[in-house]
T-cell receptor, first 114, second 110 residues
Framework: DAGVIQSPRHEVTEMGQEVTLRCKPISGHNSLFWYRQTMMRGLELLIYFNNNVPIDDSGMPEDRFSAKMPNASFSTLKIQPSEPRDSAVYFC????????????FGPGTRLLVL | AQRVTQPEKLLSVFKGAPVELKCNYSYSGSPELFWYVQYSRQRLQLLLRHISRESIKGFTADLNKGETSFHLKKPFAQEEDSAMYYCALRIGGGSYIPTFGRGTSLIVHP
């Protein structure tokens, strides 16, 4: 298994543009998490899906952020419009058994908004 | 709400020296505690969890409920231990969402 797959690995965009980050969880995992990592705030949970349903999105910073999971093998995190303060590394992680088991992280997407 | 505190953003030691990465938590119940590690250019991965009571890569961590701490220790640091370390807490009762600390960057000098 290739593990959790994220794309793109790097994204540079201009303020105001739409950004879409993609994640493919490990096959068979039914929980998916989106995190944001910054120097100032460390690792923050943005949203958590279980069986494709958003369970907790209290970490989503603003309405500019949205996440979807149309099926068990794909999720997107969209920022529209993007702002410079959104610059961070965004991680996707998956786990099995309603998140009770260990989380496996993707390589992350490094986003820079100019 | 539960909280995880890693007081040191950066910890710098020389090879062969003992290392202790501090982690304190606030939660009144019985949490699960974890340490995750992120080596340069690699993904975040689980290092160890307190319920396993095992030593991984020479690291150990003991849950001290009295002090609400879960410090990560290694008696002799190696250069390859240089990485970002995150302490994480997870509570039960249906919520399996972990709370992460802000992380400590460990640098081991030759």
């Amino acid at each position: 298994d290739a593990g959790v797959i994220q794309s793109p690995r790097h994204e540079v965009t201009e303020m105001g543009q739409e950004v879409t980050l993609r994640c493919k969880p490990i096959s068979g995992h039914n929980s998916l998490f989106w995190y944001r990592q910054t120097m100032m705030r460390g690792l923050e949970l943005l949203i958590y899906f279980n069986n494709n349903v958003p369970i907790d999105d209290s970490g989503m910073p603003e309405d500019r952020f949205s996440a979807k999971m149309p099926n068990a093998s794909f999720s997107t995190l969209k920022i529209q419009p993007s702002e410079p303060r959104d610059s961070a590394v965004y991680f996707c992680a998956s786990s099995s058994n309603r998140g009770q088991e260990t989380q496996y992280f993707g390589p992350g997407t490094r986003l820079l908004v100019l | 709400a539960q909280r995880v505190t890693q007081p040191e953003k950066l910890l710098s030691v020389f090879k062969g020296a003992p290392v202790e990465l501090k982690c304190n938590y606030s939660y009144s119940g019985s949490p699960e505690l974890f340490w995750y590690v992120q080596y340069s250019r690699q993904r975040l991965q689980l290092l160890l969890r307190h319920i396993s009571r095992e030593s991984i890569k020479g690291f150990t961590a003991d849950l001290n409920k009295g002090e609400t701490s879960f410090h990560l220790k290694k008696p002799f640091a190696q250069e390859e231990d240089s990485a970002m370390y995150y302490c994480a807490l997870r509570i039960g009762g249906g919520s399996y969402i972990p709370t992460f600390g802000r992380g400590t960057s460990l640098i081991v000098h030759p």
